[in-house]
């Protein structure tokens, strides 16, 4: 209204440039139009801005927040696989001991299978020695039979030794025969009474004691209880100290190899036959004299002849020695028996 009236006003005042104001006016009037929508354009504009501006700023501090958070998903998962990385290197420590595990089991699997190889072996050889042991147990065993045998027997011979002892004392004894009988049945007869010096030629009373002597001692060794436990008869020949010792080894064997024929000369029949079988002459020089009480040499004592006798259990002994032997590479100790029975550990 107030535009109308100055409007109006400056047409009555004007005639011809009424329609010049008024296009003036118009144009103004677009002008503030054309501003007035430019202003309002860029006031709508730069309350979009303004929108869009919050919005940016809004999606900025979701972008920041989620940039945090990410930030914050970022460390988690740095330290995941920190944790990832640690497990992992465990995973390789323990793999690589398992590795080792394993090949120390193949190792020792193989060292077992060897020792099971081993086992069986020492089994088979453990099971062959049984029976090797109980194949030796029973030959110890006819051993053993064999030994309480033989020693029945050796024990009856030692018996039969003292009785033959006893026989050839009483026997002696009853033919008034001048001769020395030891424990062990060994009779010593002087040789004065048998030879000169340095002589192996048998004198007549010398000849004249065998013929008495001899048969007294042939009948107690050749009894039918006792012929069968004899195994020798030994005639030794032994001399002084006087002379060298050949010399006198020659002189003792001719003296008792002298002895020995004329006792053969002397026995007929099956007696002879069983001394021929038996009978033993043998030197031993002066290697066996006889000594007086003071220490001094009996030189009559020490020229002398002496008959001996051994039984058969020299050979029982040896054969009961080599079954107690038997098995030569045992480490059980041996027993060997000697004459008279008796036992000797070795």
Known sequence: MARQAAHNRRAGRGGGNSYWISYSDIMAALVLVFVLFIVFNLYHYNGLIETKQRELDNQKSLLDAQQVKLDEQE?????????LDAQSAELDKLRIDLDAKSTELENQTIIL??????????????????????ALQLQLEQQQTQFRLKTQELNAMVGVRSEIVEELSRALARSNLA????????????????????????????????????????????????????GEIIIEGHTDSAGEYIPNLRLSQNRALAVAIYCLGIVNGSQRTMLQDILTAKGRSSSDLVFNADGSENKDASRRVEFKFSLRDAEMINEMNAILQGSGDSDAPTVEL????EEQEN
Do not use: C, H, M
């Open 75 to 83: 460390g988690i998962l740095i330290i995941q696989q920190g944790k």
């Open 179 to 230: 001769a020395t009988i030891d424990a062990n049945g060994d009779i010593t007869l002087e040789s004065a009474v048998f030879f000169k010096t340095n002589s192996y030629e048998i004198q007549p009373d010398g000849q004249a004691l065998l013929n008495r002597f001899l048969p007294v001692y042939l009948g107690v060794l050749l009894r039918p209880e006792y012929k069968d436990y004899l």
């Open 338 to 341: 000697t004459q008279g029975g």
């Open 113 to 134: 299978i060897g020792q099971q190889e081993e086992l069986d072996s020492a089994k088979a050889t453990l099971a062959a020695k049984e029976t090797e042991l109980s």
